[in-house]
């Protein structure tokens, strides 16, 4: 069991549910990496997104609406849609575990990729099928937060392209609901800033020996600001028992999680989106993780922000407050 850090400073346990696994694959070199969610075979998991510029592949699948009971596995990696391809490495892994969707002619994998925008950080790179079979085989209960797997080339504050920009990462959270674990870890590379629960900025856009809000550079700047290429990716994980349609609820109750820790959130150029998996072990009602689905997601990112460190020329945000 891990540890990060909550909203009061304290040192909160990371806890997966039962049968439930996380991999990285990280490079510092070129900054760039994949982070691989693998869940049980019977697990069930939906999704939504928010952004306007998401990069995905099988996030159709999540949808109430289809057959399947979900996702096998979530893959979260840079790159942008090059790093999609990646998901292939993740197929292979469970085909040769003979794990995936009955079907006639054997289990078919069924994995659901989201990737964000980190080619600005380092060389034209991204994560490529044998990098995320890596993450795979890595998999396990503890599993690494800052700029690790996903979280490797992610940076926050992209509102002008002077250099003010921060270092942020992957983090994650868990919040018990009566026996129940939620656990979100999130991949935090917004175009605007993260920010703690009482509205300081975490990591964001740093000019002149402070963080400026996005908002207020736009309010003095409107025209000619790079559009930027960003999105805040989270996997919700929890050993609740759900059905499909109940962990799309918790999916689309964790968005004012992303407004609460990013500023701004969903915009045009972010991808923002949630998947929510289940293991389906534990007896809960199913309206108390929609309550706290928000409030896990929001820890999830600020971890992000607090355990990433700097990354070539790019400070991370407690080297910027010095």
Known sequence: MSESTGPDGNENPIE????VTVGHWTDTERWTGCTVILGPEDSVSS???????????????????????????????????????????????????????????????LVTAAVCFDLPMGEFAWPVPENAYAACESASTEFERGCVGAGTGATAGKVLPDGGWTKSGLGAATIKVGDATLTAIAVANPYGEVIDADGTILA???????????????????????LGENTTLCCVVTDAKLTKAEAHNVARAAAPGFAR?????????????????????????????TIFAGEVVADAIRDAARRATDAGEVPSGSTRLG
């Not at 740093?206 to 700047?221: H, K, S, Y």
């Not at 820790?261 to 199913?286: I, M, Y």
Request: glycine share 16%; charged share 20%; aromatic share 6%.
């Open 16 to 19: 997966l549910p039962e049968g």
């Open 47 to 109: 999704g939504e997104i928010r952004g306007g510029g998401p990069g995905t592949r099988e996030f159709d699948l999540l949808s109430p609406t289809t057959s399947t009971p979900g996702a096998h596995a979530v893959m979260l990696s840079g790159g942008s849609a090059f790093g999609l391809g990646a998901a292939n490495g993740v197929v292979e892994w469970l085909r040769e575990r003979e794990r995936g969707y009955p079907t006639p002619v054997g289990p078919v994998p």
């Open 204 to 226: 964001g856009y740093w000019r002149d020996g402070a963080f400026r809000r996005t908002v207020d550079v736009m309010r003095e700047q409107p025209t000619d600001l790079p």
């Open 261 to 289: 820790a990013l500023s701004p959130a969903a915009t045009a150029v972010d991808g923002d989106l949630t998947v929510c998996l289940s293991t389906g072990k534990v007896e809960v009602d199913p309206f108390l993780l």
